[in-house]
């Protein structure tokens, strides 16, 4: 759950642990080292410091800090025996969250009667969240007829955990074949499979363990996997395929393609399955092995068949058979026209025309790609290249005819044309057809990355956005706000993570509701889900709207932000963008790759810093918001010292140093708005592109 480390937890404890140490530690100042060792995970230090430093440990704050270390280390027994002795000095809300923790701690001990009351008195002190607790209530009563009836009057959004306890509930009054019938959401599939086997239903438990593998939390993927390795195997070939993916969406790909070769070679052979199998030999390295796998899969016909054709075509270069790839790629933008992938091969095909000097089929390669496929993001890029070539001939006539054909279709590309088309009027001497069009740009364009160049190039001011006004938010908006923090208060992770799924995926809101839902949630730490809120809002207000804009491009953190861009020298609003575009300020965000944190920063890379930082690390700290930024902004500080310019060191940040070096080597190194267009690997221009643009809004949306 978003919120659970401090954001200036790690700094926290690297400032007052010499001061600890030394004895010279007030008694504030222990409280703040072990809550922030607590936030870091660090529970048994964190006890260790309040028993070694303060001498009453039954005041609220130190009663309340042990408990909660007692609960992190899996003491539940104790921490609920403490949690109760801190409600006992509290009242009010406080009171009843700390009813809530005792009951939660109790339960996880296996001692449900001593859950019950403290539940209870939590329902009481909470009305915003009783109908919650009365879910809890519900599992540890011994009532079943009553616990039926109050979990019939559950919150919306809590539909999984009412089958879970009405499960317990049958299972506890002996009736396990109902507890299995009862437990219908994918996400409790492993552990109705369990129950099914406990019974000696083998048909509903294998129902349920495929069930769990075609589920959308990954963690249900998993527990699947390991039901199906503990004697659930496939047995028929749809089951292969189910268990495959699984597989490859867990991260297994080797198990994936040993099920998969086995099933190919005991006859299982539909397009779809060789075509599967020709990824996985592809992403293992065996490049012909999958080349002979995708061949029988093209054989076969159909959509996946048709995939197969062209990802054969795109392989057959990597054995030493370029010129047969390029005739098959070719070859596929004529029989499968239709198909999403044939302008692509057609301008790759355009492209290697273009590297191998044969101008004239080169771009008459390109014109086909832009006449056929008109608003193909290819056309795009096939206009671009023909509008550079004719430039490279001094020829502006035919230069600004293809910019002006993907303007006028409004292609992926239509803001550089429209960009570059002004500026060739400037070479031509036009500076007023330049200035119009750059205006023209700005205001079609006004939060991209074309409108921002075009704005700087015509000298026109920077987008103002006034400050939000303060306005009321919506009863049920507050209503679903306080609820959850109070479910975070009393650390209900599961029930907090429902609420606000349910509001993102069910809930239907007006426009005005969600923008304030949205920042409501951005400012509790469930970012990305705020950011979606905010996007779709923006779909009936306003990007205009400086409340939608906030919330489309939120800046929590930002007096620790500022602090770090203070400390290495850098421009903050160039830091908030960057992270903006990195992880949408997620603290523990993943990417596929392995990066992680804030920054994503990889393992290796962070390490690298800490050691020159001279900064103890580990691996756990990645995902710590301020220990990740602290070395993320250092690297960011070091790149831009190493390349003195803003775009290569953005490059490098996404891409490395090594492809940045030949980039640099390109003669449009000279001009930053043609070298950004250059950069040949997509992903790193769109995040150049991004991270510059995001730059300008941060400024304009957060004033000094």
Avoid: C, K
Wanted: charged residues 25%.
């Amino acid at each position: 759950m978003p919120g659970t480390v401090s954001p200036g937890a790690w700094h926290t404890a690297r400032t007052l642990r010499p001061v600890a140490a030394e004895g010279s530690a007030t008694l504030v100042e222990i409280l703040a080292l072990a809550r922030a060792e607590l936030a870091l995970g660090r529970s048994a230090e964190a006890r260790r410091l309040v028993a070694a430093y303060a001498a009453d440990t039954l005041r609220p704050p130190f009663l309340q800090l042990i408990a909660a270390a007692a609960h992190e280390s899996g003491d539940y027994e104790t921490a609920g025996t403490l949690f109760l002795q801190a409600a006992a000095q509290a009242a009010g809300v406080r009171r009843g969250v700390l009813y809530a923790r005792a009951g939660d701690a109790f339960e996880r001990a296996g001692d449900r009667y001593a859950a019950l009351a403290p539940y209870e008195v939590a329902a009481t002190e909470l009305p915003q969240i009783s109908s919650w607790l009365a879910i809890r209530w519900a599992r540890v009563t011994a009532d079943a007829s009553r616990a039926l009836a109050v979990l019939r009057r559950a919150p919306l959004g809590a539909e999984r955990f009412v089958e879970q306890a009405r499960a317990e509930i049958l299972l506890a009054a002996g009736d396990s074949a109902a507890a299995v019938a009862a437990l219908t959401r994918p996400e409790l599939a492993p552990w109705a499979a369990r129950l099914a086997l406990g019974v000696g239903d083998s048909a509903s438990a294998r129902e349920l363990v495929y069930r769990a593998l075609a589920a959308r939390d990954r963690a249900v993927v998993r527990e699947g996997i390991a039901l199906a390795a503990g004697g659930m195997a496939p047995r028929s070939d749809e089951e292969r395929i189910v268990l495959v993916r699984a597989y490859v969406r867990s991260g297994q790909s080797s198990a994936a393609l040993d099920l998969l070769r086995a099933a190919v070679e005991s006859g299982y052979s539909t397009a779809y399955a060789l075509r599967v199998l020709g990824d996985l030999e592809r992403d293992a390295g065996r490049f012909r092995a999958a080349v002979r796998v995708y061949e029988e899969s093209a054989a076969l016909g159909g959509d996946h068949g048709a995939v197969a054709a062209y990802r054969r075509a795109r392989l057959l270069p990597s054995i030493g058979r370029a010129a047969e790839g390029y005739r098959a790629l070719a070859e596929f933008a004529e029989q499968h026209a239709d198909h999403y992938m044939a302008p692509r091969a057609l301008y790759l095909v355009a492209e290697r025309e273009r590297r191998a000097s044969r101008s004239v089929v080169a771009d008459s390669l390109y014109r086909s790609v832009a006449v056929r496929w008109p608003q193909d993001e290819y056309a795009g890029r096939s206009r671009l290249t023909l509008a550079a070539r004719a430039l490279a001939r001094r020829d502006t006539t035919l230069a600004a005819q293809w910019y002006g054909e993907e303007v006028a279709v409004e292609g992926h590309q239509w803001g550089a044309a429209a960009y570059l088309l002004a500026r060739l009027d400037v070479a031509r001497g036009d500076s007023a057809a330049a200035r119009a069009g750059w205006e023209e740009l700005a205001r079609r364009d006004s939060l991209g990355y074309y409108g921002m160049r075009a704005r700087q190039a015509a000298g026109l001011p920077a987008p103002v956005f006034a400050p939000p006004e303060e306005r009321e938010v919506a009863a049920r908006v507050q209503r679903t706000l306080e609820q959850l923090d109070l479910l975070r208060a009393a650390t209900f992770t599961e029930e907090a993570e429902a609420l606000v799924a349910y509001q993102l995926e069910r809930a239907r809101l007006p426009p005005v509701e969600l923008v304030d839902l949205a920042a409501g949630l951005i400012d509790r730490g469930w970012l990305s889900q705020g950011v979606r809120l905010g996007w779709r809002a923006a779909g009936s207000l306003t990007l205009s709207d400086p409340h939608v804009v906030r919330a489309v491009f939120p800046w929590p953190m930002r007096e620790l932000i500022e602090a770090e861009a203070l400390e290495y020298g850098l421009d903050p609003y160039l830091l908030a963008a960057l992270i903006r575009q990195e992880s949408t300020f997620v603290p523990d965000a993943t990417s596929r790759a392995g990066a992680r944190g804030l920054m994503q920063l990889m393992p290796t890379t962070a390490t690298w810093i800490a050691r020159r930082l001279g900064v103890e690390w580990d691996e756990s700290l990645l995902a710590v918001a301020d220990a990740n930024l602290h070395l993320g902004s250092a690297h960011l500080s070091s790149l831009l010292d190493t390349y003195d310019r803003l775009a290569p060191a953005l490059a490098a940040y996404n891409a490395g140093a090594r492809p940045v070096a030949r980039w640099l080597r390109y003669p449009e190194a000279r001009d930053p708005f043609r070298w950004v267009e250059r950069i040949p690997y997509l992903e790193t221009r769109d995040y150049v592109r991004a991270v510059l643009r995001n730059r300008e809004l941060y400024r304009a949306l957060y004033p000094p």
